[in-house]
């Protein structure tokens, strides 16, 4: 199996509930992750309008936004065998409330909008998404 690299964003309602060192954890615990990149800033609409451009014409795209920009956001790369599906499958899925115990979301989440964590859906997304929030130098 590859070793890839996937992207994660520790959502607002995480950061504000100081659960982002919880969420980093469970990477850190499972065996053949690690971290390769790690940062904190804040979203902008410009961003945001890229990041979820497949979005821009969902009726809750406006509140996406502004929750996302509501607090700074925990960046972070994850590197490992088969990363980008086992991140994922680590997240749950969309919606908190239907996401099984166990998963991130389940645990933690609240709803499908605050729902902790933002991670790559492919390599290929993988690959646009890290180099959105990452320049090389800043990946180890
Ligand atoms: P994903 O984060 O599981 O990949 P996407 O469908 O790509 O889910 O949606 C991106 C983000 O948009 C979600 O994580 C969530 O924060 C928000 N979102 C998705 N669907 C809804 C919705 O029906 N209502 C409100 N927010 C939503
Ligand atoms: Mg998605």
Request: charged share 30%; hydrophobic share 40%.
């Amino acid at each position: 199996m590859a070793i890839e690299r996937t992207l994660i964003i520790l959502k607002p309602d995480c950061v504000k509930k100081k659960l982002a060192g919880e969420v980093l954890k469970r990477f850190e615990q499972t065996e053949g992750l690690r971290i390769a990149g790690l940062k904190m800033k804040k979203l902008n609409k410009k961003i945001l309008e890229e990041h979820y451009a497949h979005h821009k014409d969902k009726p809750f795209f406006k509140a996406l936004c502004k929750f996302m920009k509501s607090s700074p956001v925990v960046f972070s790369v994850i590197e490992g065998e088969n990363a980008v599906a086992r991140v994922r499958d680590m997240c749950g899925p969309t919606d908190s409330k239907q996401a099984p115990k166990g998963t991130i979301r389940g645990d933690l989440g609240e709803d499908v909008q605050m729902n902790v964590i933002h991670a790559s859906d492919s390599v290929e997304t993988a690959n646009v998404e890290i180099p959105r929030f990452f320049k090389k130098s800043e990946l180890f």
